[in-house]
Each structure stands twice: as structure tokens, then as C-alpha cells.
């Protein structure tokens, strides 16, 4: 079975949510319509709508987390469904079970969707293709593969501040495209939406083989990279790239690909900087661009709850 | 007539015998007698056949030899055991079947050859042979007592898929196992290029995010391989090539003079990386299925004779083993059941001729494992392949004779099927 009819069912509904890949632009648009509806109610007095009442949810992190947890958790609550967290670092896969036994445990509990993060990539197209017909899967982040909620998010803010026409905007991403799942949604997402040009920005170390071939530009100097750019998303850079020969120093990294107004000023005026978090200031970017007036980071992860909230009320609602 | 297991005097009469080895390709009788084949055309003085295998409509040839199969005894027997792929290697005209060393425990001692051969004997279905491991333990730094090792049976020595990092001890080992006349078969595979990759670094790797292995990790070994075998003139064998650029230096080295041979598996001949865009973990294969051009590569490669082998590369796997993310998986097709009937299929896309698939199926890879098998030649052992070239059959959980499972072409219509084969002039195998 194909990943794009496992995330989508015979009536072009969402069944699961996997990656960017399988969707098209029409069901992209309305995941952002309904996240734009869900927007108001984390600002009412009373931020609850009983769409998922009765319902549990289950949030499968396999790999650490805190924001994207914590924002699935909001998001879940917000729709007022039960949130189960389960931590499987520390659980029974540490015992040895195996990660189907896991699934075949928590399916016997009756609950109704799985939030996915793993380190492997794929481990969400296969717990979806595992798991029983009646549960929905969300990926909150696959190995290297996929990371879609995350791109929504960014669709989302990108679109609140830019406005619709995608086809009028540049957009830069900065930063470790090898490792990054976000990167890949990212470019995935931004293509679906026809946006006028995506480029990709990091040392050579840093970019899959055929990184062309995903729907990018690829440059390797951060001046002509971001140079007029509307949108400047900068990736976080992971220390531990800093062994393996992909990079000699932080520090050298910071000079060439860090951000700081100073390089800023290569992009267009009207420039918005986005990160996906956690940032490590005075790597990938330094704090007066962090928290600076062209930065929209938070506003990102506040647009994480209810971008989180559009997908999972359309994985429930085809039932 | 007496019981099959006591037939002694065999006649397969009106079948059409192909040996590559003897460059015979006629409708003719063949008779066995005493475990060897006797005579051709028309019977010897006095020969009464204890039994006659009619094989009118059907091909024989030379028992099959299978140069990588791993039969997963001793040390995991949940996944196979000799006993049950013995009956696989039957079933699929497979008179020989070569276990690579890195068995549990590894094939470092003539003890573990020397029970893997009396549990096969015991089981009487095809022969087994052993690579010895080239180094103790595989680990890689002191060499094996290889001598130890071939005295006890080992036709050749390896490092299987573990690394030898280093030159110096390659060499040594290369000098050591030519003392004896061993073949050292290689897996060409740079350890830190491959830098724990489960994929071709290509474009479907990129899409995927999976952890790429790229070409140059078997490009690179194969060069440096090269460069010792030149330098030593000892004899060499490439295991499981999987680009074409591989071939190309392996083509080019043999053109010069190297001593050096080299197979591929049957799966890279069908797959490319293409096949694992769902993360199928069927497809996930050590080394990698690299790009459709690669596969192409290969088959020419195999077609002009730099590549002498094509084996099943067996590894059969309890289902629990594919059930999991792409890369937690363990890599690796059941290969006995579909060796002959897929490499029939290269027959049919034109890829290759039927008399030169057979070679490759049994006097190439007989050359590289220095056996007298693979030839039906006169006095020869009657190890003997007869398979209907025409049979239709699908290959199913019904059909498939492994303890293992684990393969992409399930469901996959095949042609051609193995009717009987035959293991030292006796009957081991009969389709009912």
C-alpha cells in the first residue's frame, strides 16, 4: 500500500497524517482554513470546543520532546479529547517488547488516535499500516523523513503574515537539510503551495545527494542564499553534527551560515525569520535576530496548537 | 519397482540436457548409475534402470550451486535450520548450497564446518559447503587457522559482512589462505563510507530521510581490494556486486589479468531503490538496491561473463524480523524458491541466453568454489536439475518450501518449476 492512499481514504478524506508528500493543494488549504477557525479559541476565556469529547488520545514519543509534545497535548485537550502521554525511552520497549506488542497493548485500551514521534524514519507509515482500521495515526516526526505538522505550522504562519499568494514569495531554509525532517515537509509543503521559489542553504556536508530533486535550489553561501528573500526559515543545528566530520567548529558555522541582522540585510526588507525550535543562539542564529522584530518564532508555536487541532479533528471527523 | 531410495540405476530419458560446461545443448537420455552419470544417447551393455524419470517437454541440466545461502543453523534457529532449507534447495534444483562463516558460532573452528556438514548429510537433501572465516571470530585481526579450517572442509574463507578495517591484515590474510590455495571471497564494503546506512544514498534515500549508503562505499573497497590482489596475484572473489561501476573495475581488472571473479544476487537483477519508497522492508537489503541504471549494468555484466555467479543470496527471516521501521529491520530476502524461476524470467526479457543463465547457476559458480560439480559430463556425480520450463505456478506461502517468508516477489507469477532433482544419482526431490 502506497503512503498516499494509507494517509488518505476513497473520499479524499484524511485517515492518517504522514507526511506532505501524499497530499494535494486543495486538502493543504482547508488543513489551514480549519487551523485559521481553531486560531480564536485559544484566545476565548473558555479554550475548549467539545469536537473530540470522549476520545482518547494517545501521544507515542519514542524520542524526546517538549514542545511538539506539549503542543499535541494543548491542541488534544483544547478539542476536549483524554490525552494519554507515554514516554517509550522509559517504557516497555526498553523491557524489550517490541513495538507492534507496544501498539497491540494500547489498541486494547480503546484508544482512538496515536501522535507518532521516532527516530526512525518510516516508523509512522508503518505503525499507521499496523495499526487497527479504526485509529488514526499522526507523525510528530519520523527519523529524517517527515515532520508535517511542523510544516503546516510554518504554512500557517507564513500565510498570516505574507498573506495567500505563495507564488509571490521567496523562501529560504538555513541549516542541516541532511538530518532534518522539518526541511524535507518544509519543501514539500511549499512546493504543493506553489511557492515562487524555494531555496536551501548549508555547506555541502549538510545537503542530501539530489537535494534538487526534492524542490529546491541549492546554495551553499548564506549571502546570495537568503539574498531577497521574503521568508528565512533557519534550521537548528544539532551539536552532535559537530563530531562526524560534517562541520569543524560551532564557531565556524556561526560565521558562515549563522544569522544576524547584519546578513539580514542581504534579505528583502519586508523579511520574516522563522525557526521550528529549540534555537541554539549563537549557532544558527544570534538572539537580536532570535528576538527581533522580523522574528515570528513564537507566534510559530502558538500556530502549532491550532494547526494541531485543524489535523486532528479532520483524522477524526471522517468517522 | 523398488523404493526411490534404493534406485541405484536412473534413466531420464527424451530430456533436453543442457551443460554449459561441456557445451551441450541436445533431446537425449541420460543414465546414472552409482551416484554418477554413466552415458548419454543410448544405454550402456546391459544397464536396466531400477527407475526412469520421463522428461519429455523438460530441461536438464546440472544440479544448481547456490554460492551464498545462509541456512541460519547454528544460532538461529528460529529463523531456519539446515534441515528445513535443505528441503527448500531441493525443491528448487539446488544440489549445492555455500554457507558464508558468520554463522553463531562463526565458523572460525573446523568443529562448527564439521557439524553443519553431518546435519546436511544427515538430512540427505543437497550438499553443504562453508566459506571458513578469514579471520577469528570475524573480528577482523588474527587471522583464522585456515589450514585447520580447509582440512575440515571449508572451500574458501571470508570476513562475510563484518569489516576489516585494516589493509595490513588483509593482505596477510590474502597471502595466508593462498598458501593453501583458498579463495578469500570479499564483500566489498567500506565501513566508514557506509557509516551505518540501510539504503542507496540516491534520490529515493534523499525523499525518505533514510541514512544513505553511497556507491564509493563499494566502488572504494573494490578498488582497494584490487590493488592488494594486483599486488599479490592471489585469487579473489567479489561477493554481491551492486553497481555497475563495480563491474566495470571488476571487468577491467579481469581484462588485465587479476585473478578475480565476481557474482551477483538475484534480487539486484529485479529491484532498484525504487522499491523501497513505501519502506518496504522487504526490500531492504546489506548492500543496497542502488538505481534502475545499476540493475541494467548488472545484467549486462552478467550476460558478457564478468559477473560468473548468480546466487539466491538467502537470508530466510521469522516474520517479526520485517515488522518494524525500514531501517530497525533486518535486511535480507528468502532467496532458495525463487533462484531458478527468476533467473528463467532474465531468459524471457532477453537479458541473458538460457544456456549462459545455467552456467551461471552451476559451472560458474562450481569455478569460483573450486568443485567438481556443476557438469554432466560423463562419470560425473549426477547431481541433476529437471525443471519444466513451461510450468506456470504463482509463488505463494503454500508454494514456498523456506522457513522463511521474507521476500518481495510474493505473489509474483513464475515460470518455469523444478520436477525432480537429483543429489549424487539419488532422488531427492519430486514435484507431487
Known amino acids: ?319 | 519397482m523398488p523404493a526411490i531410495d534404493t534406485a541405484t540405476r536412473i534413466l531420464i530419458s527424451s530430456g533436453r540436457v543442457i551443460d554449459p560446461a561441456t557445451s551441450t545443448d541436445a533431446v537425449q537420455d541420460v543414465y546414472i548409475a552409482d551416484g554418477k552419470v554413466i552415458a548419454f544417447g543410448n544405454a550402456p551393455q546391459g544397464f536396466t534402470a531400477d527407475m526412469e524419470i520421463n522428461a519429455s517437454q523438460r530441461i536438464v541440466c546440472p544440479g544448481l550451486i547456490d554460492i551464498s545461502a545462509r541456512l541460519r543453523e547454528p544460532g538461529q534457529e528460529q529463523k531456519a535450520t539446515i534441515a528445513t532449507e535443505s528441503l527448500a534447495a531441493a525443491s528448487a534444483g539446488i544440489t549445492t548450497l555455500c554457507c558464508p562463516p558468520d554463522t553463531d558460532p562463526v565458523i572460525d573452528t573446523p568443529a562448527v564446518t564439521e557439524f553443519m556438514r553431518l546435519r546436511a548429510e544427515a538430512v540427505g537433501k543437497t550438499r553443504l559447503v562453508t566459506l571458513g572465516a578469514l579471520t577469528r571470530s570475524l573480528g577482523g585481526e588474527q587471522l583464522s587457522e585456515m589450514a585447520a579450517l580447509q582440512k575440515a572442509g571449508c572451500v574458501g574463507v571470508s570476513n562475510a559482512l563484518k569489516p576489516l578495517l585494516n589493509p595490513l591484515i588483509l593482505r596477510r590474510a590474502l597471502e595466508y589462505a593462498a598458501t593453501f590455495d583458498l579463495t578469500v571471497f570479499l564483500h566489498p564494503n567500506d565501513h566508514w563510507l557506509a557509516n551505518k546506512g540501510c539504503a542507496h544514498e540516491g534520490r529515493v534515500a534523499t525523499r525518505l530521510g533514510l541514512p544513505g549508503i553511497p556507491e564509493a562505499a563499494e566502488t572504494a573497497a573494490v578498488a582497494h581490494n584490487l590493488a592488494l590482489i594486483e599486488q599479490t596475484g592471489i585469487r579473489a572473489h567479489f561477493c554481491r556486486l551492486t553497481s555497475g561501476r563495480a563491474a566495470r573495475m571488476v571487468a577491467r581488472a579481469q581484462y588485465d589479468g587479476a585473478p578475480v571473479t565476481a557474482d551477483v544476487a538475484i534480487p539486484y537483477l529485479y529491484l532498484s531503490e525504487i522499491d523501497i519508497s513505501d519502506f518496504d522492508s522487504q526490500c531492504h537489503l546489506i548492500p543496497p538496491l542502488r538505481t534502475v541504471e545499476d540493475r541494467q549494468q548488472l545484467r549486462d555484466a552478467l550476460q558478457q561473463g564478468t559477473l560468473s555467479a548468480i546466487c539466491s543470496d538467502h537470508q530466510p527471516h521469522e516474520p517479526d524480523a520485517k515488522l518494524g521501521p525500514f531501517p530497525a529491520t533486518a535486511p535480507g530476502i528468502s532467496g532458495l524458491d525463487t533462484l531458478l524461476p527468476l533467473g528463467l524470467r532474465l531468459v524471457e526479457e532477453h537479458a541473458i541466453e538460457l544456456v549462459d543463465l545455467i552456467h551461471r547457476l552451476t559451472a560458474g559458480p562450481a569455478k569460483i568454489l573450486g568443485l567438481p560439480f556443476g557438469t554432466l559430463s560423463i562419470d560425473a556425480t549426477a547431481d541433476i536439475c529437471i525443471f519444466d520450463p513451461a510450468a506456470n505456478w504463482q509463488l505463494d506461502s503454500s508454494t514456498m518450501r523456506s522457513n522463511g517468508l521474507n521476500t518481495p516477489f510474493m505473489d509474483w507469477e513464475m515460470k518455469g518449476r523444478v520436477t525432480h532433482t537429483l543429489l549424487a544419482g539419488k532422488l531427492v526431490y519430486t514435484l507431487d
Open chain 1, 1 to 319: 500500500m502506497s503512503r498516499h492512499s494509507l494517509q488518505i481514504d476513497n473520499n479524499g478524506r484524511l485517515r492518517h497524517f504522514l507526511c506532505i508528500s501524499g497530499l494535494n493543494r486543495q486538502l493543504m488549504t482547508e488543513i489551514l482554513d480549519t487551523a485559521e477557525s481553531f486560531a480564536g479559541v485559544s484566545e476565548q476565556t473558555v479554550k475548549k470546543v467539545p469536537l473530540l469529547r470522549g476520545k482518547t488520545i494517545v501521544n507515542l514519543f519514542f524520542e524526546a520532546s517538549t514542545r511538539t509534545r506539549t503542543t499535541f497535548e494543548l491542541a488534544a485537550k483544547r478539542l476536549s479529547a483524554d490525552v494519554l502521554n507515554i514516554n517509550i525511552t522509559q517504557s516497555s520497549t526498553a523491557k524489550g517488547e517490541t513495538l507492534l506488542d507496544t501498539l497491540r497493548n494500547l489498541e486494547a485500551m480503546h484508544v482512538d488516535m496515536f501522535i507518532v514521534r521516532h527516530s526512525e524514519s518510516g516508523a509512522a507509515h508503518f505503525i499507521a499500516a499496523n495499526a487497527a482500521p479504526h485509529i488514526s495515526v499522526i507523525n510528530a516526526g519520523d527519523g529524517s523523513h517527515s515532520h508535517p505538522t511542523q510544516a503546516m505550522l510554518d504554512m500557517f504562519t507564513i500565510r498570516r503574515v505574507k498573506g495567500p499568494d505563495f507564488g509571490a514569495l521567496r523562501v529560504a531554509i538555513v541549516g542541516d537539510i541532511l538530518h532534518s525532517r522539518v526541511a524535507r515537509s518544509q519543501i514539500h509543503a511549499l512546493n504543493l503551495l506553489n511557492t515562487g521559489e524555494v531555496r536551501i542553504v548549508a555547506p555541502k556536508t549538510l545537503i542530501p545527494v539530489h537535494a534538487g530533486s526534492l524542490g529546491a535550489q541549492v546554495h551553499h553561501d548564506l549571502q546570495t542564499g537568503i539574498k531577497d528573500a521574503d521568508v528565512v526559515i533557519i534550521l537548528r543545528l544539532q551539536r552532535e553534527r559537530m563530531q562526524g566530520a560534517l562541520l569543524p567548529s560551532e564557531h565556524e558555522y556561526f560565521e558562515l551560515f549563522g544569522l544576524t541582522e547584519e546578513k539580514l540585510a542581504h534579505a528583502s526588507p519586508n523579511v520574516t525569520v522563522m525557526h521550528p525550535g529549540p534555537i541554539n543562539r549563537g549557532v544558527e542564529m544570534d538572539s537580536d535576530t532570535a528576538d527581533g522584530p522580523r522574528s515570528v518564532i513564537l507566534e510559530q508555536v502558538t500556530h502549532g496548537i491550532a494547526v494541531r487541532m485543524a489535523v486532528m479533528s479532520m483524522a477524526m471527523s471522517r468517522k
